[in-house]
């Protein structure tokens, strides 16, 4: 008998099996990253303090107000995060991708934050 999982299911599996190996502390935190349909999330969060270091989203104003495509506003909240990590203190990070394919948004996401500083 096969079983039919929803993607959304599968996903949080995927993301499940990651989690076991990737883990954020205060010497490299995890630099997570949510894409939902229309928009795109990352935070730096240190998992052993339990605290989120810096956040952006495509849902700031000053980001919301920039016409463009997903992959644009996704550069865009890479570059963010990536500055506001910077003045956090944070220079590396550990890479959580939250069990999506490594293409597309993001990527621009990730090759963005690289390019404002963030080693990972």
């Given at each position: 008998?096969?079983?039919?999982?929803?993607?959304?299911?599968?996903?949080?599996?995927?993301?499940?099996?990651?989690?076991?190996?990737?883990?954020?502390?205060?010497?490299?935190?995890?630099?997570?990253?949510?894409?939902?349909?229309?928009h795109?999330?990352?935070?730096?969060?240190?998992?052993?303090?339990?605290?989120?270091?810096?956040?952006?989203?495509?849902?700031?104003?000053?980001?919301?107000?920039?016409?463009?495509?997903?992959?644009?506003?996704?550069t865009?909240?890479?570059?963010?995060?990536?500055?506001r990590?910077?003045?956090?203190?944070?220079?590396?990070?550990?890479f959580?991708?939250a069990g999506?394919?490594?293409h597309?948004?993001?990527?621009?996401?990730?090759?963005?934050?690289?390019?404002?500083?963030?080693?990972?």
């Amino acid at each position: 008998m096969t079983v039919s999982t929803s993607r959304g299911a599968a996903r949080q599996k995927r993301h499940d099996r990651l989690r076991l190996k990737v883990a954020g502390d205060g010497a490299r935190p995890r630099l997570a990253v949510f894409r939902s349909l229309n928009h795109i999330y990352a935070q730096v969060i240190d998992d052993s303090a339990g605290r989120t270091l810096a956040a952006a989203s495509s849902l700031e104003a000053e980001l919301k107000s920039a016409k463009g495509t997903k992959s644009a506003e996704a550069t865009a909240v890479g570059r963010l995060v990536a500055q506001r990590a910077k003045a956090a203190g944070v220079g590396q990070v550990v890479f959580d991708r939250a069990g999506f394919r490594y293409h597309g948004r993001i990527k621009s996401l990730a090759d963005a934050a690289r390019e404002a500083g963030l080693d990972f």
